[in-house]
Nanobody, 124 residues
Framework: QLQLVESGGGLVQPGGSLRLSCAVS????????IGWFRQAPGKEREGVSC????????YYADSVKDRFTISRDNAKKMVYLKMNSLKPEDTAVYYC?????????????????WGKGTLVTVSS
């Protein structure tokens, strides 16, 4: 059974850090681009970051560039999102998703498998 499970969300103060994890099971991670997406209350889902399957090319939304870092460990079947300098506007449910093509992730279309999300709340 193909599955992605996010963890690591929680409550953090502005300026703080969190590391989200995405555990993959049921398929070989190294054949897929993995993306992180988020959806804030009352807003549409938006793309946050993507990492390609073979060569580790990364993409970041402008809103998180220089603050967030995506990484992957294919052997452990894990993908991470390190989030620094968190802002209240980063509050959202964060989802990881898997797709074949890197451009699908960047364009936020056609991702094949999705996790159920983990809630990140940035508040004092």
């Amino acid at each position: 059974q193909l599955q992605l499970v996010e963890s690591g969300g929680g409550l953090v103060q502005p300026g703080g850090s969190l590391r989200l994890s995405c555990a993959v099971s049921g398929f070989t991670l190294d054949g897929y681009t993995i993306g992180w997406f988020r959806q804030a209350p009352g807003k549409e889902r938006e793309g946050v970051s993507c990492i390609s399957s073979a060569d580790g090319i990364t993409y970041y939304a402008d809103s998180v560039k220089d603050r967030f870092t995506i990484s992957r460990d294919n052997a452990k079947k894990m993908v991470y999102l390190k989030m620094n300098s968190l802002k209240p506007e980063d509050t959202a449910v964060y989802y990881c998703a898997a797709g074949i093509l890197f451009r699908q992730c960047v364009r936020q279309t056609g991702m094949d498998y999705w996790g159920k999300g983990t809630l990140v709340t940035v508040s004092s």
